[in-house]
């Protein structure tokens, strides 16, 4: 045993991904001096071992009942109670009318993610969730992050295992990965204090897997947080991979800095962005999925992003409001023909997957 563990200290890095051992945070932060194209075959060798030359993809809608919030981030250009003066929240038949329209269209998910209002009760929430299910029993509703779970335990008194029952009991099928932000505490302290802490984040998606659910995980990068941040954040969910299994996919988004209170910010180059997906493919041994979320990566970058780790690229999405808020291109989602063409002109084998990435349809070349 000691001869072995003297092996694997003198293995280089390179060699420990390439023997696929599980790297520490001094690894994981060293594996960003590698250079680009070494990371690239490193991150590319492990996604074909499990994906081949396969690039997922849903049809889905985004649907963003609410901007008002009670919370204040200063990342955030969606929220009516900063520079947005322009306040609003759907009611349900609205809601609904989106929901019809998107079926209309093939959507087989709808992904619905609100700020954090003050104004509207558990119901206002629930209702939505029920009657779209009633309506819809086999659209996947993927809704509901961790940071809207903790603001209705804060707001209503109630614990976070009720409000995931509601959830459930409502028609609510999986959770995205939102408000994860980075989960530093003083790094998350500056950006966004009096939301969930990184502590809860995490509570709440293992409640959540242990009630037999899966869900995402995201990290917003590229603001004020460093390499180190980054690597624990990913080591975090690692660990909690580990002992629920529970999160299909990893979403490391780019932040977007139009419209907010983010000064003087680094903003990451291509392939520091480039650097990081891959690296987290490489450290997130125990999550299937690495998606480079075209919205805030932008398409071109997430294409190239299928070459260095990802294996997807989120859906159609036919319109976003909250990256598109600062900055993002994504306000009017894209159209299917488009997305699979583009998928295809990249080398890759388009795959419409569901919520819960079991395979749809493969778009041979």
């Not at 028609?171 to 500056?190: C, L, N, Q, T, W």
């Not at 959540?208 to 690597?231: C, D, P, Y």
């Amino acid at each position: 045993m000691a001869k072995n563990i003297v092996w694997v200290e003198k293995m280089t890095l390179v060699e420990k991904v390439q023997k696929r051992i599980r790297l520490t945070q001094e690894e994981g932060e060293a594996l960003y001096e590698l250079d680009l194209f070494t990371l690239g075959e490193l991150a590319d060798e492990i996604r074909q071992e499990k994906f081949g030359k396969k690039s997922y993809f849903n049809i889905n809608r985004h649907i963003n009942p609410t901007n008002v919030c009670a919370d204040v981030c200063k990342f955030c250009a969606y929220s009516a109670t900063r520079k947005n003066p322009n306040q609003y929240t759907m009611s349900h038949k609205q809601i609904l009318e989106i929901v019809d329209n998107s079926v209309s269209l093939d959507a087989k998910e709808v992904h619905i993610v609100s700020a954090h209002n003050p104004n509207d009760g558990v119901e206002w929430y629930m209702g939505a969730f029920r009657k779209i299910k009633a309506k819809y029993p086999n659209l996947h509703i993927k809704a509901m992050t961790a940071a809207e779970v903790d603001f209705l335990t804060r707001e209503y008194g109630i614990s976070y295992d009720e409000v995931l029952d509601l959830m459930i009991e409502n028609g609510v099928d999986s959770m995205p990965g939102g408000g994860a932000e980075i989960f530093d505490e003083k790094v998350r302290e500056y950006l966004c204090k009096g939301k969930v802490t990184s502590a809860q984040w995490l509570d709440i998606h293992e409640k959540w897997h242990n009630k037999g659910r899966q869900s995402n995980a995201t990290m917003l990068f590229g603001h004020v947080e460093n390499r180190s941040h980054r690597i624990d954040h990913m080591i975090r969910l690692r660990d909690v991979q580990d002992r629920t299994n529970g999160f299909n996919a990893f979403i490391p988004l780019v932040y977007q800095r139009e419209n907010n209170y983010m000064k003087n910010c680094d903003f990451p180059s291509g392939q520091e962005i480039l650097k990081t997906y891959a690296i987290a493919r490489i450290m997130l041994d125990n999550i299937p999925h690495i998606k480079a979320y075209w919205v805030t990566a932008s398409v071109n970058l997430a294409l190239i992003a299928q070459e260095f780790g990802c294996d997807d690229l989120d859906g159609t999405i036919e319109k976003e409001s909250i990256q598109a808020a600062a900055g993002a291109k994504s306000s009017k989602g894209m159209q299917l023909d488009e997305f699979i063409e583009l998928i295809k002109s990249a080398g890759f084998t388009p795959v419409e997957r569901d919520s819960l990435y079991n395979e749809l349809v493969v778009h041979k070349k």
